[in-house]
């Protein structure tokens, strides 16, 4: 578009500095006169501002919203309207992304939003591992992510935190730590999403002496679009001691929950459930929290109790009819597919309509146990299953000290192609995203 | 109602060359479907502005292989990067879906690891920030500008500092 020229006479002066003080009022119908022009001067100025303006909105920018792109003839560059360059940047990786904040402001402030954060998780894709723990050589905690590919460590950071820290819940790539204060009674907890290496710190639980944490979690309420902690306390001599005598782990607890942007805990209505044992870390599916109950062991009766974080429910959701099938002595609870996974020692289970019991479905079999590279081990566990057909199996091992070896092994190509991490402390999966990018 | 007596629509390009094509082939096309959908009088020939020739031909390429449940051979390697947002473009407009993802996606892989400057120059965007600005956003998120810090790791995992 060629740029339009328009020359104004900016001062437009009728009055010629030569005119004598005649009379007044011929000055004073000049000056009117001169002001009269002005104004239309101005009008005219304003009116061509408008249609340059107007003229300019019909030429399509880069960085404009518009559902139509420039398509130009093959000899010139075609340039992506807005809300393609969305679409392309919410299929990079994680890394890419916090770079091309640099591109220019617009990208900025788009890589920022959490609705961007929101559709690139929907998008995403790649896993990673992370472990919390100590070392000898250093008295801080490490924080270390593993490359689920690779099994190879990618970043490691220290934290000076000299309390006890345990994951509280892992949800849309988002970890939530809580550390207990050496000898108070405060429970400090905070956010950490590890492919972008955010902390948020959010306020401390107050924990009432001689209560000690529980069943914990932490997920996402897609109803007001916002991320919950739920904190269990539970009475410290009621727990594994009186848990006989009661028989009863909820017997006395109290339910604290804290969302995202206030400044407080909230009390919380009591699970109406009963149980002996509860697998603590509660596993988040699509709006709801679970934990694995265990009723008795000699009998082996388990349930999953959920709680519904958007109407802020209890629910039973009860195990597949096992006839057998089902080892309730060695399960665990996790999530696959969006979907809750229940592993019973080598069955892998998958409830793909959450909350009907009918919908629980077998998956597969691991077998392991012939396997040469996994032989060496005791109590092997499955902790978690992953799309390719690989299985993070978690071993006992034995060489001095007790610890856990977690094993990224390949079910269906069984000679060698298991890569090993040695880790004193548990790991947490975690899919990559940008949440908490915008705090 | 649009002519139901034959399967085949007649699409015409921008370049003037008109392509009869399936039926099921122009419903994946939100665009047209909606042209068809509105028509009153029978259409004979839908014109598309904004897309070429050398688009319905990559089209047909990509619908004929996914009919055959082929669609993950369909390859736009053989485009440069001009010709591959051109085609973008053109699939956008038409509102395919399917093929808008593939694209979409390819151009996501050949952006993937690519620098700062790569990718400014790739959309035409300039840089916008003072350099004071740029400065302080790049020294914020310097980790994710260092190259990926994966250290070889044998059976036993390195204590690493």
């Not at chain 1, 998008?123 to 250093?138: D, E």
């Not at chain 1, 689920?148 to 345990?166: D, F, W």
């Not at chain 1, 991320?227 to 009661?246: G, I, M, Q, R, W």
Request: charged share 25%; with cysteine.
């Amino acid at each position: 578009m060629k740029g339009i020229q328009i020359q104004l006479f900016d001062d437009f002066d009728v009055c010629s500095p030569s005119l004598t003080e005649e009379t007044n009022s011929t000055k004073r119908q000049a000056t009117k006169f001169s002001l009269m022009v002005r104004g239309l001067i101005n009008m005219l100025k304003i009116l061509c501002s408008i249609s340059i303006s107007i003229i300019n909105k019909k030429n399509i920018s880069t960085n404009r919203r518009n559902l139509i792109g420039t398509l130009t003839s093959p000899s010139s560059l075609p340039t992506l309207p807005f809300d393609l360059i969305i679409e392309i940047l919410s299929r990079l990786p994680v890394k890419q992304l916090l770079q091309l904040r640099c591109v220019c402001k617009s990208w900025k402030s788009l890589i920022s939003d959490p609705k961007f954060a929101k559709k690139h998780l929907a998008l995403s894709t790649t896993y990673s591992l992370h472990g919390i723990g100590r070392n000898y050589y250093c008295p801080e905690l490490v924080l270390k992510s593993y490359s689920l590919n690779s099994s190879v460590s990618i970043a490691q950071i220290h934290l000076p935190l000299k309390g006890y820290v345990r994951v509280l819940g892992s949800c849309n790539g988002v970890l939530c730590l809580g550390e207990e204060e050496d000898g108070g009674d405060l429970f400090l907890v905070r956010l950490w999403n590890p492919s972008i290496r955010k902390f948020k710190e959010l306020p401390p639980v107050r924990k009432p002496h001689s209560y000690q944490l529980g069943m914990r979690g932490f997920g996402y309420n897609p109803i007001s679009d916002n991320y919950k902690v739920v904190v269990v306390l539970l009475p410290s001599d009621d727990v594994e001691d009186n848990a006989e005598y009661t028989g009863n782990y909820f017997s006395n607890h109290e339910v604290k929950v804290h969302t995202l942007g206030t400044d407080s805990w909230k009390s919380f209505s009591v699970f109406p459930f009963a149980g002996l044992f509860v697998q603590e870390v509660g596993q988040y599916v699509s709006g709801t929290i679970n934990w694995l109950v265990y009723m008795d062991i000699m009998q082996g009766q388990c349930f999953i109790a959920s709680l519904d974080l958007g109407d802020e429910s209890y629910q039973k959701v009860l195990l597949p009819d096992d006839s057998g099938e089902v080892d309730q002595h060695t399960l665990d609870l996790s999530v696959f597919k969006d979907c809750l996974c229940l592993i019973s020692r080598e069955d892998v289970w998958v409830m793909k309509e959450y909350g009907n019991k009918e919908s629980w479905t077998k998956l597969f079999t691991i077998s392991y146990m012939r396997d040469h590279c996994t032989s060496s081990y005791y109590n092997i566990h499955p902790k978690y299953i992953f799309e390719d057909d690989r299985v993070l199996l978690r071993c006992c091992c034995c060489e001095g000290d007790v610890y856990y070896k977690y094993i990224s092994y390949n079910c269906n190509c069984k000679n060698g192609t298991s890569k090993f991490i040695k880790v004193g402390y548990t790991l947490e999966v975690c899919i990559e995203s940008l949440i908490l990018l915008c705090f | 109602m649009a002519s139901s007596s034959s399967n085949l629509i007649s699409l015409k390009t921008s370049d003037g060359t008109v392509f009869k094509v399936e039926r099921a082939l122009a419903k994946t096309m939100k665009t047209v479907q909606a042209i068809i959908e509105e028509a009153d009088a029978n259409i004979y020939m839908i014109p598309i502005h904004n897309v070429f020739s050398h688009h319905m031909d990559m089209i047909i390429d990509y619908y004929k292989l996914s009919v055959a449940g082929k669609s993950k051979e369909f390859s736009v390697e053989k485009l440069d990067n001009d010709e591959l947002k051109d085609f973008l473009l053109a699939v956008h407009y038409l509102n395919m879906e399917d093929l808008f993802e593939v694209l979409t996606q390819a151009v996501a892989d050949r952006l993937e690891k690519k620098s700062v400057g790569y990718v400014r120059k790739y959309f035409g965007i300039e840089n916008d920030f003072t350099p004071e600005e740029y400065a302080a956003i790049r020294k914020k998120n310097d980790w994710a500008f260092k190259g990926d810090d994966i250290e070889p790791e044998e059976d036993e995992e390195k204590q690493e500092e």
